[in-house]
């Protein structure tokens, strides 16, 4: 989820935490699991620094050791012991369990974007995406503000955020079955289709759509049962050359690989330079599809420049990748 997502998250777990005597009948303790609960709601997501120095280094790694089992159970022994440091009166006990369960809360709730979260390391390093909620979801968002309001305004927090979660898990429930409702119609629409991606949108109806079969790649868009196809691909085996096998050693295109489950690819040539690019299909957008990696050889397959990420126009690309050499 996002920032925000998480933060309001963070804040109606800090009232459901009124539930417990320890924590209602003690000011300082509850200072510290409010605080516990907000600053827990967030700390997994401390590797978005990693965007600071690359992209390839953020895609292969935010949501993975940070969401990691370790890391759900270092996480709230580290905050609660710093804020027993600053609040050494508080119930440690009660410290520690709202603030494990304000961090596995977050990881939990990422696990139902597209995105996922490496949620099973160390065990598995395989990326868990049930793909059933978007990264900002407005009805959930805008769920928390209210209760919160409510709260604000004076209601019973345990009361006003029970019947939020309540709420909440028929929601989910709801987005299950409209995914469910839109895997089979696609399965009706490609009978032979081998691999089916359906990832939501901030409209409730609205999802992105691609399949693959046997001989084509298929992207498209679903508002409820009804399945529209825009782009049809097909499907080559990538050549298994000295080419490919070089740009597939470049650490953005190996970091891209790691993560897209699936996506085509190009290979083109401009005058010297030779251009292998790898092109997500889940995520078109304006008959676009933004989420690439490039990298660019020499006619001796010398890597000469690369570059993974979010990219919505071929100028924006060309920059990133300097033509200067042209």
Known sequence: MDTG?????????GGLAMADPAVANDATTMTAV???????????????????????????????????????????LLLSGALWFIFPE?????????????????????????YGTQALRPFSNKWVALGV???????????????LMIWAFGADPVWTISILYIVLVFYYISRFAL???????????????????????????????AADTDKHHYVGRAYGRTINFYDKFPKKPMPDNELIQT??????????????????WEINQYGEILEVRLIDLRYRSNDYYPFVAVAHL???????????????????????????HN
């Open 5 to 13: 997502t998480h933060l309001v998250m963070g804040i109606a777990l």
């Open 34 to 76: 409010i605080a516990g609960t907000i600053i827990g709601s967030q700390i997994p997501d401390v590797d978005t620094v990693l965007k600071l120095r690359d992209n390839a280094v953020y895609i292969r790694h935010h949501r993975g050791a940070t969401h990691s089992i370790p890391a759900v159970l270092v996480w709230p």
């Open 90 to 114: 508080v119930n440690l006990l009660h410290l520690w369990l709202w603030t494990f369960l304000a961090v596995v809360l977050h990881v939990f709730v990422d696990i139902f974007n597209s």
């Open 133 to 147: 909620i978007n990264t900002f979801d407005p009805i959930i968002f805008g769920a928390h503000v209210i209760a």
């Open 179 to 209: 995914q469910s409702a839109i895997k089979h119609a696609i399965r009706n629409t490609l009978p032979g289709a081998t691999e089916i991606f359906v990832a939501p949108t901030m409209r409730f109806f609205h999802w992105r759509i």
């Open 247 to 264: 740009a597939l050693k470049d650490k953005n295109l190996s970091a891209f690989v790691s993560f897209s489950p699936l996506y085509r």
């Open 298 to 324: 020499d006619e001796d397959y010398n890597i000469l420049n690369s570059y993974t990420g979010w990219i919505f126009s071929e100028d924006k690309l060309r920059k990133k990748l300097d033509f200067s």
